[in-house]
């Protein structure tokens, strides 16, 4: 017998992933459309990034998440989940990702892995959690200028 909320967790996530891999391939923010995206969020989405991050705070609803890409995409010059393991997936689902990413200030290369948990709810992510090892080691890859929030 099968667990509908994993059923349908790994459905979105993975439907999410494969569109957001089209997102950036297509030039990410400034460049493609989120609406591919969109449908695979809440409307009210929130993402829980680590303060000290670059890109770090609360994001909220797809405008968030739009601005969220574009942080991201200040701080990295190019961010690759290489390798995903899917270690629970049931209403509340837990990717291990391993990253490959280039810091745009600073052109260093880094490899990290993200701990995400993610709850979907009614066919739609609607809260991300995602749990890095060593942000320090991601704020200096990226360099001062990145960091500065104020």
């Known amino acids: 017998m099968t667990n509908p909320a994993m059923t349908n967790s790994m ?3 993975t439907g ?3 569109a957001e891999a089209e997102y950036f391939r297509a030039g990410g923010p400034g460049a493609a459309s989120f609406d591919a995206l969109a449908p695979f ?3 009210d989405v929130v993402l829980h990034q680590a303060a000290a991050l670059p890109y770090g705070g ?3 609803g797809h405008e968030g998440l739009e601005r969220f890409f574009v942080a991201m995409s200040e701080a990295w010059e190019s961010f690759v989940m290489a390798d995903q393991e899917f270690l629970a997936a049931g209403a509340t689902a837990v990717v291990l990702t391993q990253v490959r990413a280039v810091a745009r200030a600073t052109g260093r290369e880094l490899g990290f892995p993200i701990l ?3 709850t979907v709810t009614d066919g739609r992510i609607a809260e991300v959690r995602p749990f890095y090892w060593d942000t320090a080691a991601i704020a200096d890859a990226c360099g001062p ?3 500065d929030k104020g």
Request: hydrophobic share 50%; glycine share 0%; with cysteine.
């Open 11 to 13: 459905t979105v996530l």
């Open 16 to 18: 999410m992933y494969a």
């Open 41 to 43: 969020f809440a409307p």
């Open 58 to 60: 609360t994001w909220r």
């Open 116 to 118: 995400q948990t993610i």
């Open 145 to 147: 200028a990145c960091c």
